[in-house]
């Protein structure tokens, strides 16, 4: 059988051409421990050198302000906890973060910490007036995301940094979805701290970063051994930093992906063409993810649809929320139940082709009940 | 250049034979989010719950005893905090601890919990009678690893368990160093939290698991997604766990490594007939890991005669601890400052040869300045 068109690289990508081979030679020949003084641990401890220097290359950042973790939600934990570890005062997100982020926050009450979850608006866009109006002087960390894994609409990091600096606090972004698909630099993003997935680019699962600007004091999560300068201890997973070391080398050259835009967007006109005003967009048409695509069909229900057309991989949100029935992100920008039951999570990736997204327009719009049938 | 004889496998081991290939396989077209609901999910999913089960089947545990992790530190972390946690009262650790949970329960102090170090013996092993007298009513959790990292003294874990149970509290074992060196279930063990490191034996690094007993309530380090029963969010690190599971399998097939203690006994016999009693060893003679070989040779600085041999990769201690002058292990089981700066730490694998250990006794005894020299 043929395997379905893959559209749902938000929820993982395939590995980038030639990551496979750096990751390999790790879990071969050079298996040595990094921290080991002999020979076997040169070539390891150089290779997380080297994905550290690509990492921060890709980012604008300077390589001692890369610590690598064991995922994305490592690294939003370890930003939002090591920041507030032991504190007393305030901490500031939004209502359309992802779990690691909105989950971490609410545990935080738990220790003499207050939390604002910020609305967003029908785009999913925070408001800089709602920020502005939440900053207290105790407030230690703001936390919003750089894009919405669902529905892709990107904040507005660098003027919500702006605010949260001029209140004294600290800005982490989860940039988990937008690393390796929009160019971007540290320093204009103002961010202090900002989550990197290595699996949502390229690069493998099991690895994450945590960008940290220099600094800035952050409380372990993990203690033990030492490794990345005493911020996550634990050995180091070498093959898979050196796999996202290698996808972050590849997304600096390659920088935006164009023609998944242009092909994004085609998707959606041969879905508006067949289907009519019955196809709504979900999040901001503009200030987006150049892969993501939410829409809702209107008559139609996002896991029957899907259910229907199992020659697409696709979603109807987080894939780890694949299970539950209504997206949290969609009701936080007030969409109402029918067209949030109704939303489909179409994300497009590098090897994806016009072949596939002409197939897929068919397929949805026949299960749609719409077009030629 | 010919590689050095590898005998550090207690910092890393190389992967188990198959451990690479059941790897690529989740790198490649199987690179599915284990939570997906298509078809590209399926695979992912199906491998981690194979994974979860061989590595149950080593233990003697069940499957949903298992949650898989970024590491053995992460693992250990998870058992220390995630049992006490927003709790008050008291902690037990011993003075030979790997880092990962000496740091791990010294940052606890900061929580309202009192912390109690146990003392070791000459040979690094604790005292029953210690622990009966630390224990409190209060006590929450005693945490004591199956088998040191540097001298490979394995701790009388079901007594201990024992005594800890019958004062109310839990039982949390490092077994990092042990699991697929020496066979165990965790039932006999009377362990409650068991931590499993996949690089210590054929793995890959970046994986660990933290076993724990059905009904036991835990609190997660990381928030999110959901994953691991709740207990461990962030997509799974597939490739890594199925090779973690593959290793499993493996040790459960192979059982013990006898022609390894036969070796690791060997080497001892050679040097102690090339130098005599100039060999101390360090740790326990009979309650050991059979791959590990800590000895002082007496008028040498363990670093320096390293440093003489190229030819052979093995560390002084912990390699986490490779910079440092002085190991902390050494120093708790009362050596004197001479003695364990001499000491050498020899640990070997399933790959180890006797022609390895012939070469190992002779360049070791010459930089010695013993024997035929």
Redesign the interface.
Known sequence: ME??V?L?HN?????APGV?DT??AY???Q???P???????QAPRQAVATARTQLAHLLGARPQEIVF??????A??LAINGTTA?RTGHVITQATE????L??CR?LT?HDLRLTVLPVDEYGLVRAADLAAALTPDTILVTVMHANNETGTIQPIAELAALTHRAGALLHTDAAQSVGKIPFVVDELGADLLTV?G?KFGG?????ALYIRDGLTVQP???????EHGLR????????IAGLGAAAQQATTTGGHTHVTELRDQLHRLLMTALGDRVALNGHLEQRLPNTLNISIEGTVGAQL?AQV?Q????TG??????SISSPVLAAMGLDVQRAAGAIRLSLGASTTETDIRHVADLLTDAAGGGRR
């Open positions: 395997l379905p893959y749902d929820a993982t990508t395939p590995l496979l990751m390999v879990l071969g020949t298996f040595g421990n921290s080991s003084s002999h020979q076997y641990g973790t064991g995922c994305g939600s490592e939003n934990t032991g992802h779990p690691a982020v989950e971490t545990a738990r997935a699996h493998p699962k099991g690895v994450g999560l993990i203690r033990g051994g030492g490794q201890s634990g050995t180091e997973n070498v093959a898979g899907l199992p697409l991989a696709a979603s987080s894939a780890c929320h694949d299970g």
